[in-house]
């Protein structure tokens, strides 16, 4: 693929992305200040009654979501979301170095990776309002780091474990769901959710909470109370907060069955699950039978 046509795509993507970033950000070369809007990111949030707001903005979409307990880590692994940054939209480049292109500015490529790989480049974080010079290299990389806004290992605590693994790395690499930050604020986070982190900088507070709205929709993945209530609060400061762009579901909902069983349903094997439009079948649906479930996932006849 022409090199070109590859740049152009990916500043597209960011002018895009661009108003969501937008801060007050001092310019120029690498600056060391922070923002006189920060506050710890571990502040105690203090519990707003979520409410529906104008339709389109994230308070809306935040009352879509559901409410549930957080369910065991137990059985995560980094790669059941894809064996690292992958290139899924068939553009030539890895997830990273694409999210990279779509944040930095002024930033230079690697000679012969067709403007693939980033070399360095200036960050606008918009976790802590400061401007972050970004260097491709052993012990420099670091600085700067893409964020799952919405953590792989949260993901995979309110519903990712149902999913099967393209479903996944498509998560894991949906550029809706990735940012450029400051690399310790990243690690600080960790896979804390709105109710146990959030960012520094307080003017990036509500498009981050809406970003999270926008995926959790997107991907049907659930919250928790605590997570509801406090991005309620912090939408309640921007109730007008539209979705960012392109939030769509990216998961569309399973198409429902030709044939719906009636709670009498009984299948011999899968074949007749699959005639009758039911596969594939689930533990507590009509007709279910653990002969079904070679696996012991919960699910039968997947294939």
Same mark, same amino acid.
């Given at each position: 693929?022409?090199?070109?046509?590859?740049?152009?795509?990916?500043?597209?993507?960011?002018?895009?992305?661009?108003?969501?970033?937008?801060?007050?950000?001092?310019?120029?070369?690498?600056?060391?200040?922070?923002?006189?809007?920060?506050?710890?990111?571990?502040?105690?949030?203090?519990?707003?009654?979520?409410?529906?707001?104008?339709?389109?903005?994230?308070?809306?979409?935040?009352?879509?979501?559901?409410?549930?307990?957080?369910?065991?880590?137990?059985?995560?692994?980094?790669?059941?979301?894809?064996?690292?940054?992958?290139?899924?939209?068939?553009?030539?480049?890895?997830?990273?170095?694409?999210?990279?292109?779509?944040?930095?500015?002024?930033?230079?490529?690697?000679?012969?990776?067709?403007?693939?790989?980033?070399?360095?480049?200036?960050?606008?974080?918009?976790?802590?309002?400061?401007?972050?010079?970004?260097?491709?290299?052993?012990?420099?990389?670091?600085?700067?780091?893409?964020?799952?806004?919405? /953590?792989?290992?949260?993901?995979?605590?309110?519903? #990712?474990?149902?999913? %099967?693994?393209?479903?996944?790395?498509?998560?894991?690499?949906?550029?809706?769901?990735?940012?450029?930050?400051? =690399?310790?604020?990243?690690?600080?986070?960790?896979?804390?959710?709105?109710?146990?982190?959030?960012?520094?900088?307080?003017?990036?507070?509500?498009?981050?909470?809406?970003?999270?709205?926008?995926?959790?929709?997107?991907?049907?993945?659930?919250?928790?109370?605590?997570?509801?209530?406090?991005?309620?609060?912090?939408?309640?400061?921007? *109730?007008?907060?539209?979705? *960012? /762009?392109?939030?769509?579901?990216?998961?569309?909902?399973?198409?429902?069955? /030709?044939?719906?069983?009636?709670?009498? #349903?009984?299948?011999?094997?899968?074949?007749?699950?699959?005639?009758? =439009?039911?596969? *594939?079948?689930?533990? =507590?649906?009509?007709?279910?039978?653990?002969?079904? %479930?070679?696996?012991?996932?919960?699910?039968?006849?997947?294939?």
């Amino acid at each position: 693929m022409p090199a070109r046509p590859l740049v152009r795509t990916r500043r597209l993507a960011r002018a895009t992305v661009a108003p969501l970033l937008a801060l007050a950000l001092l310019g120029g070369c690498a600056v060391e200040a922070t923002s006189g809007d920060e506050t710890s990111a571990e502040a105690p949030v203090e519990a707003a009654a979520p409410s529906d707001g104008p339709p389109g903005t994230a308070l809306a979409a935040l009352a879509e979501l559901a409410v549930k307990g957080r369910a065991p880590r137990t059985g995560y692994d980094r790669d059941l979301f894809g064996n690292g940054w992958v290139d899924t939209d068939r553009n030539g480049c890895d997830t990273r170095n694409d999210v990279l292109a779509r944040d930095l500015t002024g930033e230079t490529f690697k000679p012969g990776t067709r403007d693939c790989v980033v070399l360095t480049g200036s960050l606008a974080d918009p976790y802590s309002g400061r401007t972050i010079a970004f260097q491709r290299g052993e012990g420099t990389s670091e600085a700067v780091q893409i964020d799952h806004v919405v /953590a792989l290992s949260d993901a995979w605590q309110k519903g #990712a474990q149902q999913w %099967d693994a393209d479903a996944r790395a498509r998560f894991a690499n949906d550029p809706l769901n990735l940012l450029a930050v400051d =690399g310790p604020l990243n690690m600080q986070k960790s896979d804390g959710d709105a109710a146990t982190w959030l960012p520094p900088a307080t003017s990036f507070r509500c498009t981050y909470v809406a970003r999270q709205v926008a995926v959790k929709v997107g991907y049907g993945v659930w919250v928790t109370q605590a997570e509801k209530d406090a991005m309620a609060t912090v939408l309640s400061a921007c *109730p007008d907060e539209p979705l *960012p /762009a392109g939030a769509v579901a990216a998961v569309p909902p399973a198409p429902a069955p /030709a044939v719906l069983p009636d709670a009498s #349903a009984s299948y011999a094997n899968c074949a007749e699950v699959k005639a009758a =439009g039911a596969a *594939p079948i689930r533990v =507590g649906d009509p007709g279910f039978s653990p002969s079904f %479930d070679g696996d012991g996932d919960g699910v039968g006849c997947e294939s």
